[in-house]
């Protein structure tokens, strides 16, 4: 098999230990959800899958029909999937006979759920998404009784397995106004079902945010996505984490993620010359420079021209010049012992030195999220024990 420009690796070990500790958080009993979108954070659904069924996870929230049959061709038949956003009206039917549960956020989408289970001849898991202040996707309060009675009448068909909201900003303090608003909101929605006599078999809210840091959110079940990747998903949950335990600080988490290369070539540069595309470097001494074969059609941002670094035999080696689409240079000229075909570590540890993801989000004003989740699914992954 022909090799990629560059891996990803996935730490087993370091996963576990991030599980342990939001069980640690949440307690043993609520269910927890591993929300895999957008390629399980740029982690890799196939891969990832696997490796959470390892750990006891057999619950997985996606954002759509598509990545819900990513899902599905890798996980064990008792796993369950839950799909947050875009499911096609086309896709209904696949979804549940699956027996794949999905959010519904308006109540003309029931009649449409209720005919494609009938269809199946199988029930349909329904997750009522309600509105309680993020404006996204949620029902309104006023068509929310009338989705109750429907649910109620069509129970050989649809099972109200969910009742759900979305927290908008959970992991600001200075949000906590609007999430204590939401988390009312949604109480509301929740005594409306009690006074009806028909409650949700699953009641959740939480994100990762909530999870880790406002007890009273973690309902039946919680969705965690960055977390569990070994995130904190800001300073502000960290420090409040810090605060509940009398701390100063805590290492619990750990990221799992691992992204390398290889040097492609060496190269001696004189005095004066220029590197790279147009004049955005000029070297001011004989340097030696470290070709590296990936740029920002991999994911590996622009932005970080001339200001990004990487890893080479434990030492960090700065980025000179433009990042290309498919190349960028680093000054090896301290380095010695590099050879070409030595290991370059692009995000992680490589002995004492370690690039985290924030590396690049502070420079490129890229979120952490947002960085992993545009890695291309053609990097291969791969699980280390």
Known sequence: ??????????????????????RKKIGEIPILSSVVKANAYGHGIEVFVPMAEKCGINHFCVASSFEAEQVLSVCKPDSRILIMGIIYEEDLGWAISNGIAFFVYNFNRLSKVLEAAKKVDKKAK??????????????????????????????????????CTHFGGAESISNQFKIDQQHKKYKAFLKI???????????????????????????????????????????????????????????????????????????????????GYGTAFQATQEMQIAVIPLGYSNGYPRALSN??????????????????????????????EAL?????????????????VSSFTNATQLLNNEMLSRLPSAIPRSVLK
């Open 1 to 22: 098999m022909v090799k990629h420009s560059s891996r990803i690796e996935l730490n087993q070990a370091a996963y576990k230990g991030n599980i342990n500790f939001i």
């Open 126 to 163: 329904v997750h009522l998404e309600v509105e309680t202040g993020a404006n996204r996707t949620g029902m309104h309060a006023k068509e929310f009784p009338k989705a109750l009675t429907y649910l109620k009448q069509h129970q050989d068909n649809l099972v109200f397995e969910g009742l």
């Open 193 to 275: 079902c009690k006074e009806r006599k028909f409650l949700p078999e699953i009641r959740h809210i939480a994100c990762s945010a909530a999870a880790l840091a406002m007890a009273d959110t973690v309902y039946d079940m919680v969705r965690i996505g960055v977390a569990q990747y070994g995130f904190w998903p800001s300073p502000d949950i960290y420090y409040a984490h810090l605060h509940q335990t009398n701390k100063k600080s805590d290492t619990t988490m750990k990221r799992i993620f691992t992204w390398k290369t290889d040097i492609m070539d060496i190269r001696t540069v004189d005095q004066g010359e220029f590197i």
């Open 307 to 336: 200001r990004g670094q990487v890893l080479i035999h434990g030492k960090k080696a700065p980025i000179v010049g433009l990042i290309n689409m498919n190349l960028f240079m680093v000054d090896i000229t301290h380095i010695k």
């Open 340 to 356: 070409v075909g030595d290991e370059v570590v692009l995000i992680g540890r490589q002995k004492n030195n370690v690039i985290n």
